[in-house]
């Protein structure tokens, strides 16, 4: 299975992207994480499989949305009132196990997408 993260962009501080991740055959659990400028990789959302369970790190709960279509196996990441500090670039996860769970452990997932940079402006 291969994904493909879109989205990305520069957005003023305030503003509104959205991401999407489109997956080349089926997947389970999905989910989205980010790398900053001389960070590690650290986990922003998770789906399970139906969409019904939805999980979010601290610092988004309120401002990101994490959704999923499997008609399209397509996982979206809606991000509201961006700050500065969201700046990094943003991957898309997704587990082969036949769980209906939102994984937050990077360890879970089994594919990646290639990432898209998301730029906040102060």
């Known amino acids: 299975v291969q994904l493909q993260a879109s989205g990305g962009g520069l957005v003023q501080a305030g503003g509104s992207l959205r991401l999407s991740c489109a997956a080349s055959g089926r997947t389970f659990s999905m989910g989205w994480f980010r790398q900053g400028p001389g960070k590690e990789r650290e986990f922003v959302a998770g789906i399970s499989w139906s969409g019904g369970s939805t999980v979010y790190a601290d610092s988004v709960k309120g401002r990101f949305t994490i959704s999923r279509d499997n008609a399209k196996d397509t996982v979206y990441l809606q991000m509201n009132s961006l700050k500065p500090e969201d700046t990094a670039v943003y991957y898309c996860?997704?587990?082969?196990?036949?769980?209906?769970?939102?994984?937050?452990?990077?360890?879970?997932?089994?594919?990646w997408g290639q990432g898209t940079l998301v730029t906040v402006s102060s």
């Open positions: 996860a997704a587990d082969r196990n036949p769980v209906n769970v939102a994984e937050t452990q990077r360890g879970k997932y089994d594919y």
